[in-house]
């Protein structure tokens, strides 16, 4: 059993920054892969981000591609998600979700691939 705690939403302008972290329990964080998701109000929920268990590898949506860094640290057991040049559309809550999950379906994006996820932190862009 995995528990995922997010941190860092919040306002910010356009053109803005923020740093998203997501803490873990449980002694096998470094075995998950890690995810980040977004939804905002009436869609779907959005696959961001995501990167591998050891942190050699990364996958971003093209959305947020050249702007957002995905990263972890499991010797502190955290994912962080480095937000840069946030634009309206980025408004949304974001949650982090782990798995055991292999490259491809890493790279298929789909949340239920995702066995634990955070309840989510909110971050807004303002116009």
């Known amino acids: 059993q995995v528990q995922l705690v997010e941190s860092g939403g919040g306002l910010v302008q356009a053109g803005g920054s923020l740093r998203l972290s997501c803490a873990a329990s449980g002694r096998t964080f470094s075995t998950y892969a890690m995810g980040w998701f977004r939804q905002a109000p009436g869609k779907e929920r959005e696959f961001v981000a995501a990167?591998?268990?050891?942190?050699?590898?990364?996958y971003y949506a093209d959305s947020v591609k050249g702007r957002f860094t995905i990263s972890r640290d499991n010797a502190k057991n955290t994912v962080y998600l480095q937000m840069n040049s946030l634009k309206p559309e980025d408004t949304a809550v974001y949650s982090c979700?782990?798995?055991?999950?292999?490259?491809?379906?890493?790279?298929?994006?789909?949340?239920?691939?995702?066995?634990?996820w955070g309840q989510g932190t909110q971050v807004t862009v303002s116009s």
């Open positions: 979700a782990a798995g055991f999950l292999t490259w491809s379906t890493v790279v298929g994006g789909q949340p239920r691939a995702y066995n634990y």
């Open positions: 990167i591998s268990s050891s942190g050699g590898r990364t």
